[in-house]
């Protein structure tokens, strides 16, 4: 019983048929590196106005742009307009165009993972609803809104699987499980088909109903286990490679966006046992592992190891705990020796090059679990990788004709800020190689802190570097404080806010009333460049970058003095525009 497929251009393009229990699966794969689709079959003949189309899908690179599903809204027109399609523009964000409104989803998308993706059309309330590996999202459409159009066979005749109606953007990697519903599944319905708890199946199209026309595709079969199909086990375990000292194990786990694995004694025998099923030929010569565990850490749990006979013998000098694999014994070591160890992830992230914007390469890479020269290949979102040379140093490359585009030199890995080199013009740049999101400040070493850390009086990367540079407001040219600051807009002069004016009572005596009051305002100066703003918070300047800016004046009339003037804010917060500005 064949339940999906899809298609791409590439070698080595694939798309999956699920059968039944998701155990064995239908290969289809496109040795002609052409460009192709596929289209479904065997629907039934409806005319919907609330529908759902659920499906999974497992990149094996992100091309910008790539097409997962396109349900066209006429096949006799030219014009780019869908009932619905599923477009993949970066990892961080799909965009969604239903019933010819783009929608924009912010997500995390992972290559080599199966994502998951469920879009639901309620026509009467002018709802859609889209869940996308687990994050939901609820979009109202006008009440006025009037171009939309029931689901019918038309469209479902024209359904395109694995790239756009025109064969320009397909998608490369494994499709699989397509499922279309005649009604709005609920979140929970949502969230359980991600999992695949979910009982019911697509009454419109699903494996048992319906087939696809896949032209230029051969077809094999693999397995599939539904642990690798399904949400809900995220946790990923990522072999070290090679031998590095326990400081260095543990910096390359946070560079990834993990920590080293902690193999205690309550849980050693299951999780070897899972490592050796997970890493077979690894594990066939290995003797020694780093636990993850420091003598400083283990205080109540220390006579609970399964030590080696005489161990541990190495007092204060040696800090760091190993295992001997064939007999799971622990023995204590300096920290300084290099054994191989593990990370533990929830999930896998993706990296960004940064402060590169005068050389074409891909900014955007992620972990492909190959080894070259004993080190983990990055792949780009589109044209390059970054590989540990034969040399001996690290390279960007383009992936087509393997060209050195940039070289760095001296570094067990490129995390963090580096001096990379351009051998074609003999030019340096410094760049920073991370996985941090825009919610987190990337450290110098490569590791991450929320935004809210950096420039808080305390050093929370372990390099200092949340720390330096901490002014957050950058004066132009020819700045002056004096100076109030001029509209964009030709006719409109500066507009200040009163907000909020706050009163209160202090004192009552007699006929005498104390009064404290606040004046909260607003205004926009488009002179100024901000640094290290947050979104959704309050971003405080300090008192010596307020006393850079220009503010406004306040006066206050009093019954005894007279007219006074407020000459300066207590505090002063920044925040961006809805514009973002």
């Known amino acids: 019983m064949r339940m999906l497929i899809a298609a791409f251009y590439s070698l080595t393009a694939l798309v999956l048929i699920v059968r039944g229990s998701y155990e064995d699966v239908t290969v289809l794969t496109n040795n002609n590196g052409s460009r192709s689709s596929a289209s479904i079959r065997g629907y039934k003949e409806v005319d919907l106005s609330s529908w759902t189309v659920c499906i999974r899908f497992r990149p094996e690179t992100l091309r910008k742009d790539a097409t997962v599903l396109e349900i066209p809204y006429s096949t006799e027109s030219d014009d780019d307009v869908y009932l619905l399609r599923l477009l993949l523009t970066y990892m961080d964000y799909a965009f969604v165009n239903i019933q010819r409104r783009t929608l924009m989803v912010s997500t995390s998308f992972q290559v080599y993972k199966w994502n998951y993706v469920c879009c639901g059309f309620d026509m009467e309330k002018k709802k859609v609803h889209v869940s996308i590996n687990g994050h939901q999202e609820q979009f109202e459409l006008p009440v006025s809104y009037d171009k939309l159009t029931n689901l019918t066979v038309k469209h479902l005749s024209a359904t395109v699987v694995g790239s756009d109606s025109n064969r320009e953007n397909s998608f490369f990697g494994s499709i699989s ?9 609920t979140p929970l319905e949502a969230k359980n088909w991600e999992q695949c708890k979910l009982n019911s199946v697509g009454d419109i199209f699903n494996g048992g109903t319906g087939y696809f026309d896949a032209n230029l595709l051969n077809v094999s079969t693999m397995s599939l286990l539904k642990e690798q199909a399904c949400a809900g086990n995220d946790s990923k375990l990522i072999w070290i490679p090679e031998p590095l000292t326990f400081d260095e194990s543990n910096l390359f786990c946070k560079n990834i966006g993990g920590t080293m694995l902690k193999i205690t004694s309550d849980v050693s025998n299951s999780t070897i046992h899972h490592l050796k099923d997970k890493h077979p030929d690894v594990f066939a010569g290995l003797r020694n592992l780093w636990t993850g565990l420091t003598k400083d850490g283990l205080a109540k749990d220390w006579n609970a190891l399964d030590w080696w006979e005489s161990e541990p013998n190495g007092k204060d000098k040696e ?4 295992m001997i694999v064939p007999s799971q014994k622990y023995y204590d070591v300096g920290c300084t020796s290099v054994k191989n160890g593990y990370c533990h992830l929830k999930t896998l992230r993706n990296f960004r090059l940064r402060n590169l914007s005068k050389k074409k390469v891909d900014f955007l890479y992620f972990l492909n679990m190959n080894v ?5 290949v990055f792949d780009g979102l589109q044209h390059n990788k970054i590989i540990f040379s034969d040399d ?16 760095l030199e001296d570094s067990v890995y490129p995390f963090g800020y580096k001096l990379w080199r351009d051998p074609a013009l003999n030019t340096t740049y410094m760049l920073s190689f991370d996985q941090c999101s825009d919610e987190e400040f990337n450290c110098a070493d490569g590791t991450c802190i929320p935004q809210q850390r950096k420039c808080n009086g305390k050093a929370d990367c372990a390099d200092i570097s949340d720390e330096v540079n901490c002014t957050k407001i950058d004066l132009p040219f020819g700045y002056e404080q004096t100076q109030s600051p001029i509209s964009t807009y030709e006719g409109i002069g500066l507009e200040i806010k009163i907000t909020q004016l706050n009163f209160f009572i202090r004192s009552i005596e007699g006929q005498q009333v104390s009064l404290q009051f606040g004046i909260f305002e607003t205004w926009r100066d488009s002179r100024l460049v901000f640094y290290d703003i947050v979104s959704r918070t309050n971003n405080t300047l300090t008192r010596k ?13 009093y019954s005894y003095t007279g007219l006074e003037e407020v000459k300066e804010f207590t505090v002063l917060d920044v925040a961006p525009t809805k514009s973002g500005t």
């Open 177 to 185: 499980n397509l499922n279309i519903w005649s009604r709005v599944l």
């Open 319 to 322: 800090q760091c705990i190993a």
């Open 372 to 376: 070259k020269n004993g080190k983990y």
């Open 392 to 407: 001996g140093y690290w390279a960007i490359i383009d992936s087509a004709t393997e060209a050195e585009i940039l070289t």
């Open 545 to 557: 970058d307020l006393e850079k800016i220009w503010t406004p004046n306040c006066s206050v009339y």
